[in-house]
């Protein structure tokens, strides 16, 4: 059992899920990023300054400035700031893997009209319609010389 599993984990299938589940945590990081500190600033600012980050709707009946204050305080509150910018987090990553899978899907067809037909292995006798080898100069059936 523990000879099947490393073969499991050694094949190529395998190995690639793992090194595309590192690298596409490491790009939610990046599209974290882009969106919490490069896209989500001036959209804010446009619209009067507004951190949606911030936003929120607080459930209890006490004040609290901020987002922050509220949830270290343990008061029940919507973020709705933070799912507007998740939301949009998402949009980007499902954006990237769109275009990503496109180019590689492009590029599959590419390389399969580049590739040439493979040859096949048998061909049809002529005379009684029995398939032989393709290098056959006489039918194993019929015993009809071949045309060249």
């Known amino acids: 059992m523990l000879k099947e599993f490393r073969e ?15 690298i596409g945590a490491a790009f939610g990081k990046i599209t974290t990023s882009l969106v919490n500190d490069v896209i989500m600033p001036p959209i804010g600012y446009l619209l009067g300054r507004v951190d949606f ?9 006490i004040d609290y400035p901020s987002l922050d204050v509220a949830k270290k ?3 029940p509150v919507i ?11 998402f949009m980007i990553v499902a954006f990237a893997v769109f275009i990503l899978v496109k180019q590689i899907n492009r590029l ?3 390389i399969a009209r580049s590739e040439p037909e493979p040859t096949p292995p ?3 006798c ?3 319609l029995t398939n032989i080898p ?3 100069t006489k039918c194993k059936a019929c015993t009809a010389d071949q045309p060249a």
């Not at 499991?8 to 590192?22: P, Q, R, T």
């Not at 973020?79 to 987090?89: H, P, Q, V």
């Open 8 to 22: 499991f984990a050694l094949k190529g299938n395998v190995v690639d899920l793992a090194v595309g589940i590192i």
């Open 53 to 61: 980050s911030g936003l929120y709707i607080n459930l209890s009946a």
């Open 73 to 75: 305080a343990g008061a």
């Open 79 to 89: 973020a709705y700031g933070l799912f507007i910018n998740t939301i949009i987090d």
């Open 108 to 110: 599959k067809t590419a």
């Open 122 to 124: 048998e061909k049809t």
């Open 126 to 128: 002529p005379y009684c």
């Open 134 to 136: 393709i290098a056959a």
